[in-house]
């Protein structure tokens, strides 16, 4: 980051901290319908016309190590697997044999020189291409290679894979703009994962994500945790264009470093300054992400129903060497 820019961010920050009112012509806002949580015509047109359009974080390339490793991915609602093809290109294909629909991977992850369905054995190469089936003189005049699997846009940010069902979407980066660069400090391309969890919540996904987007609600929620160091009255938001936003809010005493980095490797070469303060990335519309030096904690906020959510949480962090995997 450059130095122009952390200066913009701590000059914001002395100006949210010192402020006693709005900034001068900030607009008056009006109220979020609640409606927007709880409408299921609402909820239905969500799923439709954003979810299924945008950009979501998906998986790491830990998950498909090597040629032939596959994943399942069902968090949009559709079936859908990963696999690290032999060209080395990792590629994102609907779940669904293109005879009659059934499923070519049935395991949640495994490891195969191809794939194929269990019901009339149809197969497919690591590219998703057919390439062999039973009783071939009963498909008189088959282009085979009409029939290769449906594939689904898939693009990465170093070790970070993201999908989008929509195949007209403008590219990965061009979407995320500044959030992409902001990873970019991290290295992602050697970052290791290191934990994946889900954790089921009975709430509306809006609900628990709008916590992430401020801080208005620490001395109320963490008043012996996160508000013991955070300063929220000097938090300062940038919001940028597609729903993208960045959060910086700094810590209550100068010096202060998050002691759940302590004793971590380290990012080689990222700007000392994200070690001294709480920098978190919003890419729109479901990851967030604090970015220390010790590498990317990251948040995915999953609707499961209108009501009820995933959030899976998980760790990428810079290689520790051949000793134990670091404790979080």
Known sequence: MKHSDIQQILDQQAFESKRGGPPEGFPQ???IPGDRYVDPEFNRLEIERMWHKTWVYAIHADEVPEVGSYVQWTRLGEPLFFIWGEDERVRCFYNTCRHRGAPVVTEESGKSRGVSCKYHGWTYNTRGELINLRDRRDFVDLDM???????VRCENIGNLYWVNLDNDAEPLRDYLGP???NLDECKPDTLMLVDKT???VDCNVKILLDAFMEVYHLKSIHQNTVDRFLDHRGSAITLWPNGHSRMVTPYKREGWRDPGVKGLPEVEGMEPWFRDTNYSVLAYPNFVSPIPTAGIPL????????????????WFAPSWGDGERPEI
Do not use: G, N, Q, Y
């Open 29 to 31: 806002l009006a109220d």
């Open 145 to 151: 290679s009409c029939r290769s699997l449906i594939e």
């Open 179 to 181: 959030v992409a660069t």
């Open 198 to 200: 889900a954790i089921k």
């Open 299 to 314: 948040l995915c906020f999953w609707p499961d129903t209108i009501d009820t959510m995933t959030i899976e949480v998980h």
